[in-house]
Nanobody, 124 residues
Framework: QVQLVESGGGSVQAGGSLRLFCAAS????????MAWFRQAPGKEREGVAS???????TYASSLKGRFTISRANAKNTLYLQMNSLNPEDTGMYYC??????????????????WGQGTQVTVSS
């Protein structure tokens, strides 16, 4: 049974940082590319960052270098380091896993498994 469990969300003031974690189980982690998505209230889910099975990364252009995605294959864990947070970053953050066949993707339709999400709230 595939499970993706996010953690690390919380409330932070603008300019602050958070690190999100996604613990994966039930499948061969190294065979899947991974990503973080977010969804703000009333908005569509959007791709934030994606990482290939061996570490190639892709980011949403709007982030301007503030976020860093990484993975620890030995620990079956995905990370998202978020710096210089602003209120527009508020939302539910989800990790997702996609079967091999792509390097990376920021399209939700390209992913097979999803976590339940962790809430990030940034106040001004």
């Amino acid at each position: 049974q595939v499970q993706l469990v996010e953690s690390g969300g919380g409330s932070v003031q603008a300019g602050g940082s958070l690190r999100l974690f996604c613990a994966a189980s039930g499948y061969t982690f190294t065979n899947y590319y991974m990503a973080w998505f977010r969804q703000a209230p009333g908005k569509e889910r959007e791709g934030v960052a994606s990482i290939s099975t061996y570490g190639i990364t892709t980011y949403a252009s709007s982030l301007k270098g503030r976020f860093t995605i990484s993975r620890a294959n030995a620990k079956n864990t995905l990370y998202l380091q978020m710096n210089s947070l602003n209120p527009e970053d508020t939302g539910m953050y989800y990790c997702a896993a996609g079967r091999a066949g792509r390097l990376t993707s920021l399209r939700a339709a390209d992913y097979n498994y999803w976590g339940q999400g962790t809430q990030v709230t940034v106040s001004s």
